[in-house]
Structures are given as structure tokens and as C-alpha cells.
């Protein structure tokens, strides 16, 4: 593959760090590379009107304004989702969790590196490029619902934690869960987040279901230590 015919977009918020891999680009003769200094920015370039499909994004996870992650889970919600390829400062271990959380918004990861990643790594990363812009499917069931039917269900209250479990690998004993909201519809049943996240954070309903979730954990917890079952609950804010 000639990466060099590849449309890049660097997204990096200390300028030294954007141009040192802006140059490491440049020698390996790409030269369609688009620079954004943070998630915002980032995003008002992938959606440009008439602007060229981004191939692959290079992203740092601290950037103020609008972080790694964020972007990339705001990106996931596009059209067009470019391939990614990780690049901060942070240990192996939150890159690891980082590349984790990127999957898991459907998005296609090319790799991760360290911002003093040498040249080859780089290009080796760039070269697992495939097939850039596949948009991760709901599934075939699913359906839209307006943020009407949505504010319906959360005054309501019929959005429950269900708790996904976390066993201490070394005893396989089980310690704590984490959170996980759904929307468990009277009519369709239980409904995952790709229905009504996106919608809630647009129309400034996201706090409302945040600590109705605490809430609920929060009694379900209490319930788990009535009944003999000490585990920590973790919520995402």
C-alpha cells in the first residue's frame, strides 16, 4: 500500500509535539495532513463540507477543551469514521485501557504509541491501514426514538444500571461491577445506549440520567451488602 497517498488528520494540542509528528509524516512522503490543537477543532475539520475523507487520525488523549477520548467517541457518531492511531504520553497501561474504550465506540484502532515513538513504529502503524471510513452498525433490530419518547422514559424513571461484573483475576473471585445504563422500554424491551446518549447530551439530558443512575446503583448496592455480597459499584460520569 502507498501510504503516502494517505489523508491524515494530527490532533495534538502541544504545538512542538504536532510538528514533530507532522515531520515524521512528511518523511514518509505523506502530504495531505490537516492539524487540529484539540477534540473541537478536530471535529469542525471532519466534517467540513467538501473537504477530502480523512484516512487515518493521529490523536493524543490530554487536550484541553475536548479530550482523546471524548473526540473519539463523538467521531464514532459520524458518517465517516477515519482509522485511528493513538499517540500520548501516557503509560502502557491507560494506553492500553484507552485502546480498549476506542473499540468499544466501533472505532477502527490501527495501534498505540508513545509521543517519543520512533519513525519505523510510526510508519509500521500507518501500514496496518486497510479499509478506512467503515461505520460500526447498530443492530438490524434496532429503531430511533425522539428525544420526546426519550424525556417520556426518564421522568418515568425506566432506564436501569445493569451491572457488568469484575472478578479479581487471581482468585476469580467476584469484587465489584460496573454500571451500565440501559432503557428497559415497556414496548421494545431493553434498549442500549447508541438510542438515546448522543440524544440526551444534545438536549442537556445527560445530568438527569447520570444521577438517576447513581441513584439506582446506589440502592442495588445497599441491596448487595444487605444480602451478604460486599462489592463496589462504579458509575461513569
Same mark, same amino acid.
Given at each position: 500500500?502507498?501510504?503516502?497517498?494517505?489523508?491524515?488528520?494530527?490532533?495534538?494540542?502541544?504545538?512542538?509535539?504536532? /510538528?514533530?509528528?507532522? $515531520?515524521?509524516?512528511?518523511?514518509?512522503?505523506?502530504?495531505? %495532513?490537516?492539524? =487540529?490543537?484539540?477534540?473541537? /477543532?478536530?471535529?469542525?475539520?471532519l466534517r467540513a463540507?467538501?473537504?477530502?475523507?480523512?484516512?487515518?487520525? %493521529?490523536?493524543?488523549?490530554?487536550?484541553? *477543551?475536548?479530550?482523546?477520548?471524548?473526540?473519539?467517541?463523538?467521531?464514532? #457518531?459520524?458518517?465517516?469514521?477515519?482509522?485511528?492511531?493513538?499517540?500520548?504520553?501516557?503509560?502502557?497501561? +491507560?494506553?492500553?485501557?484507552?485502546? #480498549?474504550?476506542?473499540?468499544?465506540?466501533?472505532?477502527?484502532?490501527?495501534?498505540?504509541?508513545?509521543? &517519543?515513538?520512533?519513525? %519505523?513504529?510510526?510508519?509500521?502503524? +500507518?501500514?496496518?491501514?486497510?479499509?478506512?471510513? $467503515?461505520?460500526?452498525? !447498530? !443492530?438490524?433490530?434496532?429503531?430511533? @426514538?425522539? %428525544?420526546?419518547?426519550?424525556?417520556?422514559?426518564?421522568? =418515568?424513571?425506566?432506564?436501569? !444500571?445493569?451491572? /457488568? !461484573?469484575?472478578?479479581?483475576?487471581?482468585?476469580?473471585?467476584?469484587?465489584? =461491577?460496573?454500571?451500565?445504563?440501559?432503557?428497559?422500554?415497556?414496548?421494545?424491551?431493553?434498549?442500549?445506549?447508541?438510542?438515546?446518549?448522543?440524544l440526551m447530551e /444534545?438536549? *442537556?439530558?445527560?445530568? *438527569?440520567?447520570? @444521577? +438517576?443512575?447513581?441513584?439506582? &446503583?446506589?440502592?442495588?448496592?445497599?441491596?448487595?451488602?444487605?444480602?451478604?455480597?460486599?462489592?463496589?459499584?462504579?458509575?461513569?460520569?
Open positions: 500500500m502507498n501510504i503516502g497517498a494517505l489523508n491524515l488528520l494530527v490532533v495534538e494540542d502541544d504545538e512542538f509535539q504536532r /510538528q514533530m509528528i507532522v $515531520k515524521m509524516l512528511r518523511s514518509l512522503e505523506i502530504t495531505s %495532513i490537516t492539524e =487540529a490543537a484539540d477534540g473541537k /477543532q478536530a471535529l469542525a475539520l463540507v467538501g473537504s477530502k475523507p480523512v484516512d487515518i487520525v %493521529i490523536c493524543d488523549l490530554s487536550m484541553p *477543551e475536548m479530550d482523546g477520548l471524548e473526540f473519539l467517541r463523538h467521531m464514532s #457518531h459520524e458518517n465517516h469514521i477515519p482509522e485511528v492511531v493513538i499517540a500520548s504520553a501516557l503509560d502502557d497501561k +491507560l494506553l492500553s485501557s484507552a485502546a #480498549h474504550m476506542a473499540k468499544m465506540y466501533g472505532i477502527s484502532l490501527l495501534g498505540t504509541m508513545q509521543k &517519543s515513538g520512533t519513525l %519505523i513504529q510510526l510508519k509500521d502503524l +500507518l501500514k496496518n491501514h486497510k479499509q478506512a471510513g $467503515k461505520k460500526l452498525q !447498530p !443492530p438490524e433490530s434496532a429503531r430511533t @426514538f425522539s %428525544i420526546e419518547e426519550i424525556s417520556k422514559g426518564l421522568r =418515568a424513571k425506566q432506564f436501569e !444500571p445493569f451491572f /457488568q !461484573p469484575k472478578v479479581d483475576l487471581k482468585s476469580g473471585r467476584l469484587v465489584g =461491577a460496573e454500571a451500565l445504563a440501559r432503557w428497559v422500554h415497556p414496548e421494545f424491551g431493553v434498549i442500549g445506549p447508541y438510542a438515546f446518549i448522543e /444534545q438536549h *442537556e439530558l445527560i445530568d *438527569e440520567l447520570t @444521577f +438517576l443512575i447513581l441513584k439506582k &446503583s446506589a440502592e442495588a448496592c445497599r441491596e448487595f451488602h444487605k444480602n451478604g455480597h460486599i462489592l463496589t459499584i462504579s458509575v461513569n460520569l
